[in-house]
Nanobody, 123 residues
Framework: QVQLVESGGGSVQAGGSLRLSCVAS????????MGWARQAPGKEREWVAA????????YYARSVQGRFTMSRDKGVRSIYLQMNNLKPEDTALYYC????????????????WGRGTQVTVSS
């Protein structure tokens, strides 16, 4: 089993920045991809970003392209999401995801989910 714990959420004004963290623990030997999704009240869950650890290539949803950036700690399965120029529509519960497959993260069906960290952006 793998456990994922997010942190770093909070409340900011539009145009501000936050950095989210996700630490993976347990049996992480087969985890080669991690990413992020978000869900606002009354809306469906939305894929945000994903990274392959073999190359460190990362891809982003169109809604956050150019504003959000993923990174990873060297030698450990901990990821970060740097969020700049935040907008009110970014307000959501942000979830960390982990899976051997990149595609499963993009399709919102990863083997593992975190419990989420709240991001609130005011205008």
């Amino acid at each position: 089993q793998v456990q994922l714990v997010e942190s770093g959420g909070g409340s900011v004004q539009a145009g501000g920045s936050l950095r989210l963290s996700c630490v993976a623990s347990g049996d992480t030997r087969d985890i080669d991809h991690m990413g992020w999704a978000r869900q606002a009240p009354g809306k469906e869950r939305e894929w945000v970003a994903a990274m392959y650890f073999g190359t460190l290539n990362a891809y982003y949803a169109r809604s956050v392209q150019g504003r959000f950036t993923m990174s990873r700690d060297k030698g450990v399965r901990s990821i970060y999401l740097q969020m700049n120029n935040l907008k009110p529509e970014d307000t959501a519960l942000y979830y960390c995801a982990a899976d051997p497959s990149y595609t499963k993260i993009r399709q919102l069906t990863p083997n593992y989910w975190g419990r989420g960290t709240q991001v609130t952006v005011s205008s």
